[in-house]
Nanobody, 125 residues
Framework: QVQLMESGGGSVQAGGSLRLSCTASRDTDNVYCVGWFRQAPGKEREAIAS???????AYADSMEGRFTISKDKAKNALYLQIHNLKPEDTAMYYC???????????????????RGQGTQVTVAS
């Protein structure tokens, strides 16, 4: 099992940037695929990005360009950098993990096994 805890959300003006952080209770390299998704009130969950167990990154088509996912193995940390924030980015952002010892998973991040409690991002116009 792995526990996840997000931080770094907040209220920002449109055009600003944020870096969301997620601390895992254990090293996720080679065992877990990790990622981020978001959900706004009344809307469907949206996959953002993921890193497979071997370190490869993938982004949802609509998230390429302004979102950057990264890991810090030494800190058991996962990050999501968001640039040029827009009001439509307002949502709860979740860090997730899926055991994928074969290196990959076909699941979308919002269906991963483990999820943090979320961190709220609010973007004012």
């Amino acid at each position: 099992q792995v526990q996840l805890m997000e931080s770094g959300g907040g209220s920002v003006q449109a055009g600003g940037s944020l870096r969301l952080s997620c601390t895992a209770s254990r090293d996720t390299d080679n065992v877990y695929c990790v990622g981020w998704f978001r959900q706004a009130p009344g809307k469907e969950r949206e996959a953002i990005a993921s890193i497979d167990a071997d370190g490869g990154t993938a982004y949802a088509d609509s998230m390429e360009g302004r979102f950057t996912i990264s890991k810090d193995k030494a800190k058991n940390a996962l990050y999501l950098q968001i640039h040029n924030l827009k009001p439509e980015d307002t949502a709860m952002y979740y860090c997730v993990a899926e055991e994928c010892r074969g290196g990959l998973t076909s699941k979308e991040p919002y269906d991963y096994q483990y999820r943090g409690q979320g961190t709220q991002v609010t973007v004012a116009s």
